[in-house]
């Protein structure tokens, strides 16, 4: 079975100023696929970023980007120039790749971001 | 195009009673994945459709259900309930038949409340 672990529950960053959210997790499987999700205040929770193991190449978008270390397990999300609008709580998740893993997320225990103006 | 719908967004009911959440998937979106969120366990999946085959299911005892229609609106069902079934209940579709890459879209969810 796979875990995904987050090892800070909450985090604060001033507003314009950068943040890693940290993540680790493991698996047996080769391919699989690792998320950041953003679930902001009573709101929906929206995709961050993604990113396929078989890819060495850490995803971007726009302000985000990840770092993945496949042999160590690790997969954080770094904010740059962080926005009053990124405060919500972030869940690292993981998803084989294989039939057993339709529509199953593994998520790790959420990290709260809070920026400051 | 309209995003995941949940209703009811929040509902009260009391131990051994049962519910029924509904979720209209984003149109042309066939998968639909149920999910459970407490803050002392997280999030918890608890079953996924396709073609309203249930296709995979998580960790969670028969007193929980579901079904997927024709249309792919999916309808989950809590029978006999107790007071730990309180929680966020999201559901997620994804427009994915046989690759399964995991991405899903959330609705806003049904907060259910178990007195």
């Known amino acids: 079975a796979q875990t995904v672990t987050q090892s800070q529950p909450e985090m604060s960053v001033q507003e314009a100023e950068t943040v890693t959210l940290s993540c680790t997790y493991d698996?047996?499987?080769?391919?699989?696929?690792l998320f950041w999700y953003k679930q902001p205040p009573s709101r929906q929770m929206i995709l961050v970023i993604r990113?396929?193991?078989?890819?060495?190449q850490n995803a971007t978008e726009n302000r985000f980007s990840v770092n993945f270390q496949k042999a160590a397990k690790s997969f954080s999300l770094k904010i740059s120039d962080s926005q009053l609008g990124d405060t919500a709580m972030y869940f690292c998740?993981?998803?084989?790749?294989?039939?057993?893993?339709?529509?199953?997320?593994?998520f790790g225990q959420g990290t709260i971001l809070t920026v400051h103006p | 195009k309209a995003g995941v719908t949940q209703t009811p967004r929040y509902l009260i009911k009391t131990r051994g009673q049962q519910v029924t959440l509904s979720c209209s998937p984003i149109?042309?979106?066939?998968?639909v994945s149920w999910y459970q969120q407490t803050p002392g366990q997280g999030l918890q999946f608890l079953f996924e459709?396709?073609?309203?085959?249930?296709?995979n299911k998580g960790n969670f005892p028969g007193r929980f259900s579901g079904r997927q229609f024709s249309n792919s609106r999916s309808e989950m069902n809590v029978s006999t309930l107790e007071l730990g079934d309180s929680a966020l209940y999201l559901c997620?579709?994804?427009?994915?038949?046989?690759?399964?890459?995991?991405?899903?879209?959330f609705g806003e969810g049904s907060r259910l409340t178990v007195l």
């Open positions: 997620a579709s994804s427009p994915l038949q046989a690759m399964n890459t995991g991405e899903l879209f």
């Open positions: 698996t047996s499987e080769n391919n699989y696929y």
């Open positions: 990113q396929e193991a078989y890819k060495q």
């Open positions: 998740a993981f998803s084989g790749a294989g039939g057993t893993s339709y529509g199953k997320l593994t």
């Open positions: 149109s042309g979106h066939r998968s």
């Open positions: 459709y396709f073609s309203e085959t249930q296709r």
